[in-house]
């Protein structure tokens, strides 16, 4: 249904402009008239077209939702109405998908709906925890506090994401240059030298007999391996995205010997982050850590962390708690430890989470340094292992001639 915008005036003389929803401007009047409302003037909301395939398909991008809280807290700052403040942004230079939702936002907080209940209405763009954020900032009025702690925190983890990103994509370069290497061998260079071996005669030392072996496998079967690796492949992306194959993602993430450490790492960066911004805000504990479960992005660490909350819940200190799941380093455990005596734990966290994001950059610039030339000596050991499988049989040959 059409978008009205309302100059109306209520029961008590009051001049207010609204929007509304209506089937059109006759039953709008009609309504209004039953609510004993006199409407001044009415204006249908025409959306301005744009392209809806990118509106639907498009994804809005961390940057855009950091640029917009900046930008978003500063306006409240100075004290401009939240919906002015709404209305303002929605028209800067924003992707389609994006400006498509805080138009939407809009038009919720135009018609009576808190800012926190239109923002949770996207929760693809807006997660749980900024919402619950945003209300904490409507209930308490910081909400322009609230809006750039969370922009400093979304950025700080986009630039955690890049980097961790960024760390893997020679990795991903070496291994699929090693695949594509193993399958033009297998496929052009080793059939020809099968040939010319058959040609000699002579018996062919084992090594060779294998790799000719899986080299014929390749060549009769490659119109079926090419489709059976794309499927296996996309199967377990899809497996990935239920609710079983996240937690066994997860399972893996949390503990393979080198990503491992990195997760581990990334969780208590985000932790104590995310912590800070919570108790600043004036929320109880255990509300605390019940948002942080939800938002500690690894299913696994979220089941063992409940233990934690059930542990603060039964009185028990935070400190002893965190530190009886073996889930966070021992630093981390000492630091809650010292602020819960000193009745001042966000201090001591602040003083410390910049210690914990410097250890994230340093355990994924280890894992690229430990992945890097493991898969260098793979790619190595697969090419010395063709060479010698062709060089043997040669050297035999001509030690025979």
């Known amino acids: 249904m059409p978008l009205y915008k309302c100059q109306i005036i209520d029961a008590h003389g009051t001049k207010m402009t609204v929007v509304r929803e209506a089937e059109d401007e006759v039953m709008l009047k009609a309504g209004f008239r039953r609510d004993g409302i006199y409407p001044k003037r009415i204006t249908e909301l025409k959306e301005k077209k744009q392209s809806t395939f990118f509106a639907v398909s498009s994804k809005v991008k961390p940057t855009e939702v950091i640029n917009f809280l900046r930008q978003f ?29 805080l138009q939407e936002v809009y038009f919720d907080i135009e018609a ?41 925190y979304y950025e700080n983890d986009r630039r955690i994401k890049q980097k961790t990103k960024s760390a893997m994509t020679y990795p991903t370069i ?31 030392p084992a090594i060779t007999k294998i790799v000719m072996g899986i080299s014929r496998f390749f060549q009769d079967y490659i119109f079926l391996i090419i489709p059976g690796v794309v499927l296996l492949v996309f199967g377990i992306v899809m497996f990935f995205r239920t609710k079983k194959g996240k937690y066994v993602k997860d399972w893996l993430l949390f503990h393979m010997p080198v990503i491992g450490k990195v997760q581990r790492n990334l969780i208590t960066a985000r932790f104590s982050t995310a912590f800070i911004i919570l ?52 630093m981390l455990t000492e630091m809650v430890s010292v602020g819960e005596k000193s009745g001042n734990i966000e201090e001591v966290l602040r003083s410390t989470s910049a210690y914990f994001d410097s250890q994230v950059e340093s355990s994924i610039a280890k894992a690229t340094a430990m992945i890097e030339p493991m898969m260098i000596v793979g790619l190595g050991a697969i090419i010395g292992v063709i060479i010698l499988a062709v060089l043997t049989p040669m050297i035999s040959l001509m030690g025979s001639i």
């Open 73 to 101: 807290s500063v306006m409240v700052k100075a004290g401009i109405a939240i919906s002015d403040c709404i209305n303002s942004l929605r028209q800067q230079k924003f992707s389609a998908a994006f400006k498509k939702v």
């Open 112 to 152: 009576g709906v808190l800012l926190s209940e239109a923002f949770g209405k996207h929760p693809k763009v807006f997660p749980y925890f900024f919402v619950s954020m945003v209300g904490i900032g409507e209930v308490s009025g910081s909400l322009d506090k609230v809006l750039e702690s969370m922009a400093d």
């Open 174 to 204: 070496v291994l699929v240059l090693a695949l594509v290497i193993v399958v033009f061998m297998n496929l052009f260079v080793l059939p020809q030298f099968e040939t010319t071996l058959q040609e000699f005669g002579g018996e062919l």
């Open 279 to 330: 108790l600043e805000s004036g929320m109880h504990m255990v509300d605390c850590l019940e948002n942080l479960k939800r938002m500690l992005g690894n299913q696994v660490f979220s089941e063992r962390f409940t233990y934690t909350i059930e542990e603060v819940k039964r009185g028990k200190p935070l400190a002893s708690s965190l530190e009886s799941t073996s889930l966070f380093p021992d």
